[in-house]
Nanobody, 125 residues
Framework: VQLQASGGGLVQAGGSLGLSCAASGRTFSSYYDMGWFRQAPGKEREFVAAVRWNGDTTYNTESVKGRFTISRDNARKTVYLQMSSLKPEDTALYYC??????????????????WGQGTLVTVSS
């Protein structure tokens, strides 16, 4: 399974940005839950948002609730993260990840088996 994240860039505080993560590989399954994580300089990688394999459930970390929306298109094998009202503290390298579907969405890094290379989001004040 390969995950390719894209869409990062430089944006002013209060602005919006959309990230995409395209999955490929013969072993990729639509039964994978998909997540976004981020890592700011000098900090640990943290959970941002996740969506269940069938798209019926999403979960966002508290700091992005009301501002970020995760969604997926299984036909396109793509997961999206729409970010709005961006803040300088959202600056980080954003990673998408895939893990076998669970009954409850997981926020733990080790629940995800495959990772993309990361795309950089920089929010200027």
């Amino acid at each position: 399974v390969q995950l390719q994240a894209s869409g990062g860039g430089l944006v002013q505080a209060g602005g919006s940005l959309g990230l995409s993560c395209a999955a490929s590989g013969r072993t990729f399954s639509s039964y994978y839950d998909m997540g976004w994580f981020r890592q700011a300089p000098g900090k640990e990688r943290e959970f941002v948002a996740a969506v269940r394999w069938n798209g019926d459930t999403t979960y966002n970390t508290e700091s992005v609730k009301g501002r970020f929306t995760i969604s997926r298109d299984n036909a396109r094998k793509t997961v999206y993260l729409q970010m709005s009202s961006l803040k300088p503290e959202d600056t980080a390298l954003y990673y998408c990840a895939a893990g076998w579907g669970r009954q409850v969405l997981s926020t733990a890094r080790d629940s995800y088996d495959f990772w993309g290379q990361g795309t950089l989001v920089t929010v200027s004040s």
